[in-house]
Structures are given as C-alpha cells and as structure tokens.
C-alpha cells in the first residue's frame, strides 16, 4: 500500500500502522487522531464528512478526551474505522486529500493521555531480567523464586500517575535505609531508575467472577503502547517487603501517546522462549504468541544535550506472553475492564546491552555507564531526559509506536 501522503520509509506511523491517540490544537479540543507519518487525521472531522455513517458512530466518541467510548464499540467496529481510514490514504480521490480540516502537521498538535485507565497491573515477565535482579540481590547460581517459573508474577499498581510522553517528573522522596545504618532517614531518592516495559490496553469487559482462556484473550487487548515504569530503587528497596511495590514506584510512569492496535502489530508475531517445566493448562497456549519489537533506551543530560542509547533490547524476549498474563490475571474471577493497563514487566535481553534498567546496566551501581558526552550514570540525573523507542519492520514494512520521553526534575 502507498499513501498519497508523503511518508519516509522510516516513519513509524505507516500506512500499515495508522494508531489511535487523543490529541488537541489550539483550534480544536481533545479529539481522536490518527497518525499517519507526519501527519494527524482528525476522526471528528472526517466523521463529518459521513465517512463512517454506515457504522453509525455518535459524533461524541470521537470528539472525546479518551479513547474508552471508542474502544467500547468492539473490534468488529474500530477495525473498520481504521479500514476505512486506510483505503481513503491511498485513495487519490479520496474525502480527506481534498479536506484540510481532517489533515493536521503532527508537530502542531498536543497529545494526551490516550485512555481513561481505570485500574493498572504490573508483571515481571522478563526471565532475564528476573534472573539479573536474583543473582544482583539473592544467590547467582539460584537466581529465580520458587514460583517464577510457574505463573506470571504481578502486583496491583497505581493508575493515577500514569502519565503521558513530554511530561515531566520531580524526583520522588521517602524512607530510605542507609547503609551501616539502623534506622532509616527521609529524603530524596538517590537512584532513580527507568524500566523499559510495553503496556497494553484492555479493550473488552469481563465479569466478575468469569475467567479469561490464553484462546480467548486476544479478544481482550485493544493496542499496545511503550511504557516506562519509572522506580526509586532506594526507597523500593526499603519498602518492598512484605508486600511490594509502593511509593518506590507509584510517583509516575510514563507512556507513549500513540495505541498501536493488535491488527497492525499482527504480522510480527514470533515464537516465545520455551517454557520449562510445564505450565498448568490453564496458562497453555496454540500458536505464536510474542511479537518481533525493537526496544531502545537513551539519556539525554541537559547540559550537553548529546543522546546516548543505553540499551538495546526486543520484546520478543518476554518469558510469559499477554494471553498468559491475561489467563492468570481472572483465573481468581477477577474482572477486567476497558482502559484497564496492563504492563509486560522490564525488558531485558542475553547481552549487557540489552538490560532494560539501569539497576541492571550499571550492576546496581557498581558499574558506571559512559555517556557520548563522557559523563557517566550509574542512576538518573536531575535534569537527565529518558527516551525510549519502538518498532517493527518486515518486507519494507514499518510500524512503530514513537517515543516515551520524560525529564527528571529535582525534587520539590
């Protein structure tokens, strides 16, 4: 396929992506878009020219400040939004070409937070990564926890301060231990640490007391968006046992703006590591599972202003898949909701270069890393900006999710 609009063979926003976001000018309120390279079809406009009338979609869904109403309308609908969407891109006669209300410069437009998210878990999916954090803080030759390899591990996080792409954060303050210390001290956290995750959007309820099948849970992922869930190893450290994660983690993640639907992503899909020993039946699973998704991090420090990639990883990589994660998340009878985010757990992969923290880059702090600038981290500096990045490429064919970039302030 080929777009009458010009799109660089490196834009992740393909004419075989097309993702949904919520975005606003100064001339227009939050609305869905979708991005096609540098540009943002605006649905409410083309809503306007009765480009969807056969659906018969209420012009508030998408003149709207999430995408949760759309989502609501089931795949069989949003599917065909983003079909048609499709076909009038490489449609020389189409609608939008000769309509310039429906077609706004990317750099113009301010983007939101895509989806009104009701409740948000946390996994810890990556067997690397686990198996770095056993041996940095556990025993190296038994690195994994008993039940690790049997379910996927996950807590109950905190949706409030998830946030989008391009805000900022101030360093978070709590307890810390010290070490040679007895008693713990306030103060601001000296080892601020990204995690380079992928979320997903849930896209379809489930009731209470149902359970969610591996075959059926596809139904239940609407897209996917890169995430970084943004710890404060220090406080963390003090507070996690017995019960977590808390106030090491909840100050904020950061999410990118633009939904990559499952459609799109579709044609990446990969074989996932083998998994020994068996899962219960209820986690098994037919088919290709994983996805084929180059991952990068890097850190900007704002005095020199010189990007350094610090990590290179795949989420091919991921241990326990969605559909797992999803099974196992209702197998309780737990309900899921639509908006609801889920997180894969940080990304890690075989090589040094590839550990999706800087907990595991720099061996928890033991291990300076060297920026192009020739300064180095072991943690996040004040005023350090994180960007971390996405895509997919196969025959020529790019879909990609953008950026997650947020900047470090200090503390208030």
Same mark, same amino acid.
């Given at each position: 396929? *080929?777009?009458?609009?010009?799109?660089?063979?490196?834009?992740? @926003?393909?004419?075989?992506?097309?993702?949904?976001?919520?975005?606003?000018?100064?001339?227009?309120?939050?609305?869905?878009? =979708?991005?096609?390279?540098? %540009?943002?079809?605006?649905?409410?406009?083309?809503?306007?020219?009765?480009?969807?009338?056969?659906?018969?979609?209420?012009?508030?869904?998408?003149?709207?400040?999430?995408?949760?109403? @759309?989502? &609501?309308?089931?795949?069989?609908?949003?599917?065909?939004?983003? &079909?048609?969407?499709?076909?009038?891109?490489?449609?020389?006669?189409?609608?939008?070409?000769?309509?310039?209300?429906? $077609?706004?410069?990317?750099?113009?437009? &301010?983007?939101?937070?895509?989806?009104?998210?009701?409740?948000? !878990?946390?996994?810890?999916?990556?067997?690397?990564?686990?198996?770095?954090?056993?041996?940095?803080?556990?025993?190296?030759?038994?690195?994994?926890?008993?039940?690790?390899?049997?379910?996927?591990?996950?807590? %109950?996080?905190?949706?409030?301060?998830?946030?989008?792409?391009?805000?900022? $954060?101030?360093?978070?303050?709590?307890? $810390?231990?010290?070490?040679?210390? /007895?008693?713990?001290?306030?103060?601001?956290?000296?080892? =601020?640490? @990204?995690?380079?995750?992928?979320?997903?959007?849930?896209?379809?309820?489930?009731?209470?007391?149902?359970?969610?099948?591996?075959?059926?849970?596809?139904?239940?992922?609407?897209?996917?968006?890169?995430?970084?869930?943004?710890?404060?190893?220090?406080? +963390?450290?003090? /507070?996690?046992?017995?019960?977590g994660p808390f106030l090491g983690k909840s100050f904020a993640s950061s999410i990118s703006p633009w939904v990559v639907?499952?459609?799109?992503?579709?044609?990446?899909?990969?074989?996932?590591?083998? +998994?020994?020993?068996?899962?219960?039946?209820?986690?098994?699973?037919?088919?290709?599972?994983?996805?084929?998704?180059?991952?990068? =991090?890097?850190?900007?420090?704002?005095?020199?202003? $010189?990007?350094?990639?610090?990590?290179?990883?795949?989420?091919?990589? #991921?241990?326990?898949?969605?559909? +797992?994660?999803?099974?196992?998340?209702?197998?309780?009878?737990?309900?899921?909701?639509?908006?609801?985010?889920?997180?894969?757990?940080?990304?890690?992969?075989?090589?040094?270069?590839?550990?999706?923290? #800087?907990?595991?880059?720099?061996?928890?702090?033991?291990?300076?890393?060297?920026?192009?600038?020739?300064?180095?981290?072991?943690?996040?500096?004040?005023?350090? !900006?994180?960007?971390?990045?996405?895509?997919?490429?196969?025959?020529?064919?790019?879909?990609?999710?953008? &950026?997650? *970039?947020?900047?470090?302030?200090?503390?208030?």
């Amino acid at each position: 396929m *080929k777009s009458w609009l010009k799109v660089s063979s490196k834009s992740d @926003f393909s004419i075989y992506n097309l993702p949904f976001g919520i975005f606003s000018t100064n001339k227009k309120n939050k609305r869905i878009g =979708v991005a096609i390279g540098d %540009h943002v079809i605006d649905l409410h406009a083309c809503n306007s020219l009765d480009l969807f009338k056969d659906l018969h979609i209420e012009s508030y869904v998408f003149k709207n400040s999430f995408l949760n109403n @759309f989502i &609501e309308l089931g795949k069989g609908i949003t599917s065909k939004v983003r &079909e048609i969407i499709q076909l009038e891109l490489i449609n020389e006669n189409s609608l939008i070409k000769h309509n310039s209300n429906c $077609i706004i410069p990317i750099n113009t437009v &301010e983007m939101h937070l895509p989806v009104n998210i009701g409740d948000y !878990t946390d996994f810890y999916s990556s067997i690397e990564h686990a198996s770095n954090i056993g041996s940095m803080f556990r025993d190296p030759s038994n690195p994994l926890l008993p039940n690790w390899k049997h379910l996927p591990v996950g807590y %109950h996080g905190r949706a409030s301060s998830i946030i989008v792409s391009g805000k900022n $954060i101030h360093r978070p303050k709590g307890q $810390i231990m010290p070490l040679d210390s /007895e008693t713990p001290i306030y103060s601001s956290s000296n080892r =601020v640490d @990204f995690e380079l995750e992928m979320g997903y959007i849930i896209g379809k309820n489930s009731s209470l007391g149902s359970s969610i099948s591996t075959t059926n849970a596809e139904d239940y992922i609407f897209g996917k968006v890169l995430f970084n869930d943004w710890s404060a190893r220090d406080i +963390q450290k003090w /507070e996690y046992v017995p019960l977590g994660p808390f106030l090491g983690k909840s100050f904020a993640s950061s999410i990118s703006p633009w939904v990559v639907t499952m459609e799109a992503l579709d044609p990446f899909r990969v074989a996932g590591p083998i +998994q020994e020993p068996n899962v219960l039946d209820y986690l098994k699973f037919d088919r290709l599972k994983n996805y084929d998704i180059n991952l990068s =991090v890097s850190i900007t420090p704002e005095d020199s202003n $010189i990007e350094s990639i610090v990590c290179n990883s795949n989420f091919k990589y #991921m241990y326990w898949n969605m559909n +797992q994660q999803i099974a196992h998340h209702t197998v309780n009878g737990c309900n899921l909701n639509v908006g609801d985010m889920m997180a894969s757990g940080t990304i890690s992969g075989h090589t040094k270069d590839s550990y999706g923290s #800087m907990l595991e880059l720099s061996w928890g702090g033991k291990n300076p890393i060297e920026l192009k600038d020739g300064s180095t981290r072991t943690f996040i500096n004040d005023m350090d !900006t994180v960007i971390m990045k996405g895509y997919c490429e196969k025959n020529n064919i790019r879909v990609g999710f953008g &950026e997650v *970039k947020s900047k470090i302030l200090p503390s208030t």
